[in-house]
């Protein structure tokens, strides 16, 4: 029973946040006439020296203490004896955990947030470096069109905006204090709901006692907006591992991010990028987990529910160290501009130049001047050039509309300077929109 019942190995991580939740409501307590001023200011001054403990030797793990709750007041008690005793008035664990575990969540989100504003402000330095700097843009992972590598890292950009709005919107909801909901039903005393949420930073208390210790969709928006922001680190580390292969060479990682091989000397492995990968499966295990654990309780507070703190502490180191490891390779990586243009050039990316020039110029229906473009690129594959070294007069000879200008349009270069549409990949607008995000960033 000892070891099942007991979470102090775990919930020792929510000290803090305890430790604040006690003191603003003796305080409250007292500035209700609910404990004397002096046991007040007794209780007040044991919680911060236990602090100060806690702080310099860590918590003690004692099981018989069961969890970080009961150890704090069983060692306010050695502390200033019996008047200890009197901090538990009003409350509840249940609504004690559920504020100390928002208390937290709010702050892991402040971590996640400056650590995606880093993310963000490396993907933008390096856009603008890149802002054209041309590579093939995929489809299938097949060549499709000329895009700037500028463009395809400020793609991450927009998904780690959308990554921050979720967490800012997580953290807005969460913020409603649960204190004073007592064990699941509210208390007769005449306690000020209010004051405590104020004074730990609540917007305001929560409405209803019982959901307020049987809630925690706080944390599962957490673990949802974690999820799909290692998703979207998932698939640039995925990008990464791909563009550092060989055969691709787009992106020399820097040793600090690799590792060698035991046995093959040439090695040089991603194993940064590869780890964010893997971690993803992680996070969504962890989201699932404590999706699981809570569906189907009954109200109000049931101990499955102190489950709920494992998975959502694991996600958190997870996550943290993803957007920190994904941050430093985005930074350092050596992207290889000669080797993004020439796969570029190899695959026939302006193909659809190719067509739009041909619906522009010669006035010909699209789907028509799709049909022509097929003839020229299946040209081009049997005699192993690009789309531009093919002499005017064959180009002519599959369509007398053609003439000498189309050069123009078939290099990288134009192809990607021709996409000036809001949002495409010519450079001026990769700029454009560098320009707006460095300005959000305060860069
Ligand atoms: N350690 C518990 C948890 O994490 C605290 C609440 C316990 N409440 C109770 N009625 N046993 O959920």
Same mark, same amino acid.
């Given at each position: 029973m000892r070891e099942i019942n007991a979470s102090i190995p775990f919930d020792q991580r929510l000290w803090k946040q305890d430790i604040a939740g006690s003191r603003a409501h003796v305080a409250m307590l007292g500035a209700a006439g609910i404990v004397s001023a002096e046991d007040m200011a007794a209780i007040d001054q044991g919680l911060a020296r236990i602090a100060e403990e806690y702080a310099a030797s860590g918590v003690p793990v004692d099981l018989?203490?069961?969890?970080?709750?009961?150890?704090?007041e069983s060692r306010l008690a050695e502390l200033i004896g019996p008047a200890a005793g009197r901090l538990h008035t009003a409350r509840s664990r249940n609504d004690q955990v559920a504020t100390d575990f928002k208390l937290w969540v709010r702050d892991a989100i402040d971590a996640v947030e400056a650590g995606l504003e880093a993310l963000q402000g490396a993907l933008v330095t390096r856009a603008e470096e890149h802002?054209?700097?041309?590579?093939?843009?995929?489809?299938?992972? #097949?060549?499709?069109?000329?895009?700037?590598?500028?463009?395809?890292l400020m793609a991450y950009h927009e998904m780690i905006a959308r990554d921050r709005s979720r967490f800012a919107d997580a953290k807005a909801r969460a913020n409603l204090c649960p204190l004073g909901a007592a064990a699941l039903a509210g208390t007769g005393f005449p306690i000020d709901r209010e004051a405590t949420a104020r004074a730990l930073g609540f917007d305001g208390p929560t409405r209803n006692s019982l959901d307020s210790v049987s809630d925690r969709d706080f944390a599962l928006d957490y673990?949802?907006?974690?999820? #799909?922001?290692? @998703?979207?680190?998932? $698939?640039?580390?995925?990008?990464?591992?791909?563009? !550092?292969?060989?055969? =691709?060479?787009?992106?020399?990682?820097?040793?600090? =991010?690799?590792?060698?091989?035991?046995?093959?000397?040439?090695? $040089?492995n991603p194993d940064a990028a590869e780890l964010v990968r893997g971690h993803t499966g992680r996070i969504a295990g962890c989201m699932v987990a404590l999706t699981m654990t809570m569906k189907g309780l009954p109200l109000a507070y049931s101990k499955d529910m102190q489950d709920d703190k494992p998975p959502v502490f694991e996600a958190h180191d997870l996550l943290a160290l993803s957007i920190a490891a994904m941050t430093g390779m985005i930074e350092t990586a050596t992207f290889r501009?000669? $080797?993004?243009? !020439? *796969?570029?050039? *190899?695959?026939?990316?302006?193909?659809?130049? @190719? *067509?739009?020039? @041909?619906? $522009? #110029?010669?006035d010909i229906p699209f789907r028509e001047a799709h049909h022509i473009t097929g003839r020229v690129v299946k040209l081009a594959e049997e005699k192993g050039v690009a789309l531009s070294a093919i002499p005017l007069s064959t180009l002519q000879a599959i369509d007398g509309r053609i003439d000498a200008r189309v050069f123009d349009a078939l290099t990288v270069d134009a192809s990607v300077a021709a996409r000036k549409s809001f949002g495409g990949t010519a450079p001026d607008q990769v700029r454009a929109r560098v320009a707006e995000a460095k300005e959000a960033l305060g860069l």
């Open positions: 018989d203490r069961e969890d970080i709750h009961m150890t704090t802002a054209g700097s041309v590579m093939p843009g995929f489809t299938h992972l #097949q060549v499709a069109q000329p895009v700037t590598l500028g463009h395809h673990l949802q907006a974690a999820t #799909q922001c290692a @998703l979207h680190l998932s $698939r640039l580390a995925e990008e990464f591992i791909i563009w !550092a292969s060989q055969p =691709y060479g787009f992106v020399a990682l820097p040793d600090a =991010y690799s590792t060698g091989s035991s046995i093959m000397p040439q090695k $040089r501009t000669d $080797r993004l243009r !020439a *796969a570029a050039e *190899a695959g026939f990316s302006t193909a659809t130049d @190719l *067509a739009d020039w @041909l619906v $522009r #110029q010669a």
